[in-house]
């Protein structure tokens, strides 16, 4: 081959080259240019990450007979010595299996049953990845030492004990207990960082505290996602069957614990910030859509809690009507008949409820209602079936006026002390805000303490869209108004709505508290998990 040919073949070698090389580059352009009108595509309509309620019900067996939450304890000893462990778990939801977070291995955790006058000892075990830690809903306890303290950080693999002392006059009633843990990690001793004050009741070189939201000095909870995991369950104390007539006093009781799952196509329970209006699947007490039998006649104490994490439940028995005879664990003072019963999360009710006296169904369902125009919206859902078969069962008494040992109308006590408690948000719904400020371990709500021994007045004012439920740790309060309409003592309550702004005018309610006993550092918050952990959350010093 001569020069001149070799030559000709090198320059047509490299000129493919070149060809190659420039086609490779105006694809790779043109993948970038489609993956830009992609994304800004998706940017103005991204996506639905979340599958529909009808595929997370995929592999759930619905229709199942209704059964009640097992029990931390058997033995039925006065005072119980309990342990619960924290751990990642794979458990049934609906006879599906599934990925969350729970306490001794169930979706619903154990039932916790008490008796007034009684010590009650729990031993915390943090098998998680991050910190945890327990708080009792509305039991009436110290919230300091080693007792309902929401402030006790229990980080990854070690262990706590909390000691209750259940006063002999407490409350017989439902209440529920759940993590309040204020953060991802445990801080160290004497660090002013995020987390500071937050007890650590584990190695003293436990890992820093979480870094604060930026800019902000702010650090995140973790309610929210260790909740919707899987980390709550139901308390029971004494037994308020014995305050009902003497036919009534052995009724059969049922626990139902209403708690909402969101899967995604893992089978994992969601986590991050959960999105409340994203399909979801409401459950009662992990079951999908149970069945519950009873006698034509026969007279049932339910005993229901939302121990969810976000969402809220309008329950309906249709043709049904529900006899309160307790609210928020404690008797009512004022016996009522609703249609209707709202629970926003950590609401609770103990109602009675007659089967008609022929065969039938019925179902339980969440009725269709918002929570205001930049709340969610929630579907009619049907929660379970109640059938009625079998023999008919001679009817009870009626029961009217006040449970024995409700407790004392607030209304004409002296007041020591008037508070406004001012509830606000940020235009991105992702900052939240108790009288200007999110939440801080070292600065209450307010500089001036409340004194032991005193009844004062509150006003919780909503400037936002949506109805936050308002909570208060260690005593129940009386609603004196709402949005400026007296309401007539019926109970008390710990957790209650407050109605969002409407055209420009803020929602409020007024409350009595009675700071009766238990000195320490009182919280108060919004109970929805998102919102206090993102700052709607604060606490008032109590000081004898």
């Known amino acids: 081959m001569s020069d001149d040919t070799v030559a000709a073949a090198e320059a047509h070698r490299q000129q493919t ?159 529920w207990y759940h993590s309040h843990a204020m953060g991802k990690t445990c801080p160290p001793p004497g660090s002013t960082d995020g987390m500071d004050g937050m007890s650590d009741t584990s190695d003293p070189s436990a890992t820093p505290s979480a870094p604060s939201a930026p800019g902000t000095g702010f650090t995140p909870g973790d309610v929210m996602n260790q909740v919707f995991a899987g980390l709550s369950g139901a308390i029971i104390v004494g037994d308020d069957r014995t305050l009902l007539p003497r036919d009534l006093r052995y009724t059969t009781t049922h626990t139902m614990v209403l708690k909402d799952v969101q899967l995604d196509s893992t089978g994992h329970i969601v986590q991050g910030f959960i999105n409340s209006k994203a399909p979801t699947v409401r459950l009662v007490n992990g079951q999908l859509r149970p069945v519950l039998t009873m006698k034509p006649n026969e007279t049932q104490l339910w005993r229901l809690v939302n121990a969810g994490a976000n969402i809220s439940y309008q329950l309906q028995l249709d043709g049904y009507q529900f006899t309160v005879v307790g609210e928020d664990g404690v008797p009512v003072n004022q016996v009522s008949t609703p249609d209707r019963l709202l629970l926003p999360p950590g609401k609770r009710y103990d109602v009675l409820v007659t089967a008609s006296d022929h065969p039938g169904t019925a179902t339980l369902r969440n009725v269709a209602f918002n929570t205001g125009p930049i709340g969610d919206n929630y579907p009619d859902v049907p929660l379970a079936t109640i059938k009625v078969a079998g023999h008919p069962v001679p009817e009870k008494s009626t029961v009217s ?35 200007g400020k999110q939440f801080a371990m070292d600065s209450p709500a307010f500089d001036t303490p409340a004194k032991v021994g005193t009844v004062e007045e509150w006003t919780i004012v909503n400037h936002t869209g949506v109805d936050h439920p308002f909570h208060l740790h260690t005593n129940a309060f009386q609603v004196v108004s709402v949005n400026g309409v007296a309401q007539p003592y019926t109970a008390r309550d710990d957790t209650v709505p407050v109605p969002h702004e409407v055209n420009g005018v803020p929602g409020q309610i007024v409350i009595r508290v009675d700071f009766a006993d238990f000195p320490g550092k009182w919280m108060f918050h919004c109970h929805i998990a998102a919102h206090e952990d993102f700052g709607m959350m604060s606490y008032i010093n109590v000081v004898p």
Do not use: W
């Open 17 to 175: 080259r070149r060809t190659r090389r420039l086609l490779h580059a105006m694809t790779a352009v043109a993948l970038l240019i489609t993956a830009a009108v992609g994304t800004a595509a998706m940017a103005d309509t991204p996506p639905d990450p979340h599958p529909s309620t009808a595929d997370q019900e995929q592999g759930m067996h619905p229709g199942r007979p209704f059964h009640d939450p097992a029990d931390a304890d058997t033995a039925g000893s006065q005072d119980l010595d309990i342990t619960l462990g924290a751990a990642d778990t794979r458990f049934e939801v609906g006879g599906r299996k599934v990925y969350g977070q729970s306490y001794n291995g169930s979706f619903v955790a154990p039932t916790i049953r008490m008796t007034p006058g009684s010590t009650v000892t729990i031993k915390l075990v943090n098998h998680l990845s991050v910190a945890t830690n327990l708080h009792f809903h509305g039991l009436h306890v110290s919230p300091e030492g080693q007792s309902d303290d929401p402030f006790l950080c229990v980080a990854p693999g070690a262990e706590t004990t909390y000691q209750l002392a259940i006063p002999a006059d407490h409350p017989q009633g439902t209440f």
């Open 401 to 435: 006026g006040s449970i024995p040992t409700a407790p004392a109308d607030l209304s004409a006590v002296p007041v020591a002390q008037h508070r406004t408690v001012d509830f606000t948000q940020s235009p991105d719904n992702m900052s939240y805000y108790i009288n």
